[in-house]
């Protein structure tokens, strides 16, 4: 009985190769890009958020694999519909004014993505510099609400 189930599972595993959601790692063109208000905003940006909030993903060689591939994918078209650097001025809901609230409340990056992204897992110090290179460069909701 064991083995016909982990004949089931093996064949299911490979199976799912098949079904293309995921695989592709193209990235749209980048239309626009922020006047970050310093380099060190940028380099932090980039090592922690830029994967799932940019046009400038990097895939993972994991990444092609299902179904790993479909939660990827669904990461990154997710990241990019709410708040996507390279878009600005052109995507309608960009919630650029969102992004320094979510890195404060501990919301992002998402704590799934840091066993695997060493290069996103901030110190307090770092952690804060971004807070307050992104409230700089793209405005702060709280007090843009004041």
């Known amino acids: 009985m064991k083995k016909k189930i982990l004949a089931v599972l093996a064949v299911a595993a490979i199976a799912i190769q098949?079904?293309?959601?995921?695989?592709?790692?193209?990235n749209p063109p980048v239309m626009s890009e922020p006047q970050w208000d310093s380099l060190q905003t940028k380099e932090l940006f980039k090592n922690t958020c830029a994967n799932c909030h940019s046009?400038?993903?990097?895939?993972?060689?994991?990444s092609s694999i299902a179904p790993v591939s479909w939660l990827v994918e669904r990461d990154v078209t997710e990241g990019r519909e709410h708040f996507n650097v390279s878009m600005l001025g052109i995507q309608k809901k960009n919630k650029v004014k969102d992004a320094a609230?979510?890195?404060?409340e501990g919301e992002m990056p998402p704590i799934f993505y840091l066993p695997t992204h060493p290069e996103a897992r901030l110190s307090d110090t770092q952690k804060q510099d971004l807070i307050n290179g992104l409230e700089k460069t793209f405005g702060n909701e709280t007090k843009d609400k004041e």
Request: charged fraction near 25%.
């Open 55 to 62: 046009n400038q993903t990097t895939y993972p060689w994991y």
């Open 18 to 26: 098949f079904i293309p959601y995921g695989k592709d790692h193209t």
């Open 101 to 104: 609230k979510e890195l404060r």
